[in-house]
């Protein structure tokens, strides 16, 4: 897939996007994926794309979608100078007055000559570049709705935080978040108003369709016959413990019963492996580690049901590749979830393990149930794909560049 040829005048508009953003990011960098194709697909005659980024990863993604990428040469160095005004809570006034002075990746971005830069991973440098009219994002502000999780409040993480995504939503020309209830949160956060909020929710990458999992998949992961499956960093928030304690439950009445969790064995990865013998499930709790892009799907293809028992949102992408792929969806009903998979999905409270138990329970055991839940998902996913993704990406720039209604 390339873009439009186009060989007349020069394109009115310029649009940069500037990818900071590394594969080990998760969503983040699933989301500029999103963008990055949808990019690749404006009118050619209107617009003039460049991309900037600072990950080598990045580079056969853009050649796939036949976008010429540039590498930014001080993307590391200029990003923890960026990092350090932030934390030192500099005014915005005098960050951008300092910034082409003393941050090379200012200057770097400045001399590609875009009036418009796209940044879809909440950076800090969004609001760090004078001149130029910024469309930043904001994921979530669950520093401030679940404030008394750490990776979001200790060691002054709060504050950072807090500091960085007022300055984003208040700063940036316009703000993309996922769903109406990110919109809703931005609002009453940070006061922005609505016509400066765009929503522009997450989809299923579209490469989860189109990949081919390893020759050697089964014996390489050695997986169950039959599991649920949560991908996930071992963060707190991710609500691992919780989800033990329920497929322990489970386990009562079905023996069956088999969890499988990908996610780099970091974070409280080992409270979470301690947890699992804690219960007496540890035979039922499988440990995969990282799974590359490539392998993804062959999980959601071999599972009984996705499970999420995250506390964050306001929504996430693994419901939305569970549905793509036809795999029944067991999700938190809180925040923008049920917004997110409607009536596709089960929802659960995630602080109630016997209410997860339950509702794993009836996926498990109901042959005519799952069936029903992946006709469901593929149905709706076909509604929320990577071609509305693109069609509403291009009405935002419309609206914020050149002022269309």
Known sequence: MSRPEYDGPAPLRSIGLYLGVAPTAGGMFQYAQSVVEALSRLDATRYRITVAHGDADWAPILARLGLAGHALRHAHR?????DAAMALRLPVSLIRMLSPLVNPLVRELRELDCETWIFPAQES????????RAIGTIHDLMHRYEPHFPEVSARFRHGIREHR??????????????SEVGRVQVVESYHVPNERIWQLPYVAPSYLLDTTPRADF????GLPERFVFYPAQFWPHKNHLRLLEAISIVANAHPDIALVLSGGKQ????????QAKALCIDSKVFFVGYVPDADLAGFYKRARALVMPTFFGPTNIPPLEALALGCPAIVSGIYGMPEQSGDAALYFNPNCAKEMAAQITRV????????SMSLRGVERS????????NHRLAQIIDAVVDGVA
């Open 125 to 132: 440098v969004t609001y760090q570049v004078p001149g130029v």
């Open 218 to 221: 089964d014996a390489h992961y």
């Open 78 to 82: 200029g990003s923890q100078i960026a």
């Open 364 to 371: 498990w055991t109901d042959d005519g149930l799952a069936a």
């Open 382 to 389: 076909q509604h929320q794909g990577q071609a509305q993704f």
């Open 267 to 274: 974070h409280a990865f080992e409270q979470v492996q301690a």
């Open 165 to 178: 995504f007022r300055n984003i939503a208040c700063c940036s020309d316009a703000v993309l978040v996922d």
